[in-house]
C-alpha cells in the first residue's frame, strides 16, 4: 500500500483534457480518455512517467525523460529537440519535424507532422492514412459518443481531419472521405455503407 501511494496518477474522461505540472515544470496536457502515471517522490533521480492514451509533453531540460507504454498502437512525434524511441530493442533517434507510429506491432510510416502542437490540442483530430477503426475510437474519445459500423471495412486507411468541437461537422467530415453514410441516434453513432 505505502509503495502504491508514491505513484501520482491523472486520468482523463471521454471528451475532457487535463494539464499536468511535474515537479521539474514539465508540463503534459493530456488527450481525452488518457492516463498518466509518475513516482513524485523518486522523481528527480528517475523522470519516468507511465501513460495510457494520448499526451502532449513539454520537456523541462535534465535527465533522461523516460514515457513508458505497452499501447498496441504508438505515435511519437517530436516537435522540437530530438526524441529516442525504442520498439522491440531496437532505438530510432527522431529530430524535429518527424514521426514514428507503430500500429499492432508493425512500424507505419507517416508524414511530417504540421505545425508546434498536435493538432487535437487545436480541437482538431489529424490522421494520415489511418485504420477507420482507429478514426471512430477518436471520435468516440472526443464526444463521449458510441460508435458502430455496418458493412464497412475498418481497416481501410482515412486520411482526413475533423473538428473535436462540433459533432454534426466531425462525421461529414468522416463520412464523405470514407464514403459511408452515418445516423445519429442519442448517443450512439452507426456509420454505414
Known amino acids: 500500500f505505502y509503495v502504491n501511494t508514491l505513484n501520482e496518477k491523472v486520468t482523463t474522461e471521454?471528451?475532457?483534457r487535463s494539464e499536468v505540472v511535474l515537479p521539474?515544470?514539465?508540463?503534459i496536457f493530456l488527450n481525452a480518455d488518457s492516463q498518466i502515471s509518475y513516482n513524485k517522490k523518486n522523481w528527480d533521480n528517475k523522470r519516468n512517467v507511465?501513460?495510457?492514451g494520448e499526451a502532449f509533453f513539454k520537456?523541462?531540460?535534465g535527465k533522461k525523460f523516460t514515457v513508458s507504454t505497452d499501447h498496441g498502437t504508438v505515435e511519437v512525434t517530436c516537435y522540437e529537440g530530438l526524441v529516442s524511441v525504442t520498439h522491440n530493442n531496437k532505438e530510432s533517434k527522431l529530430p524535429a519535424g518527424t514521426s514514428f507510429l507503430v500500429i499492432n506491432g508493425k512500424i507505419v510510416s507517416t508524414g511530417t507532422p504540421d505545425g508546434s502542437l498536435p493538432?487535437?490540442?487545436?480541437?482538431e483530430s489529424s490522421?494520415?492514412?489511418i485504420p477507420l477503426k482507429y478514426v471512430f475510437a477518436e471520435l468516440e474519445r472526443q464526444?463521449?459518443?458510441?460508435?458502430?459500423s455496418k458493412n464497412i471495412d475498418t481497416?481501410?486507411?482515412f486520411t482526413g481531419s475533423f473538428n473535436n468541437t462540433d459533432l454534426n461537422m466531425a462525421l461529414k467530415s468522416i463520412s464523405i472521405p470514407s464514403q459511408t453514410h452515418y445516423k445519429i441516434d442519442g448517443d450512439n453513432v452507426l456509420f454505414y455503407a
Open 50 to 52: 507511465d501513460l495510457d
Open 119 to 123: 493538432s487535437w490540442m487545436n480541437n
Open 59 to 61: 520537456v523541462a531540460k
Open 155 to 157: 481497416n481501410l486507411l
Open 14 to 16: 471521454f471528451a475532457e
Open 127 to 129: 490522421f494520415e492514412s
Open 24 to 27: 521539474d515544470n514539465s508540463e
Open 143 to 148: 464526444f463521449n459518443v458510441k460508435v458502430s
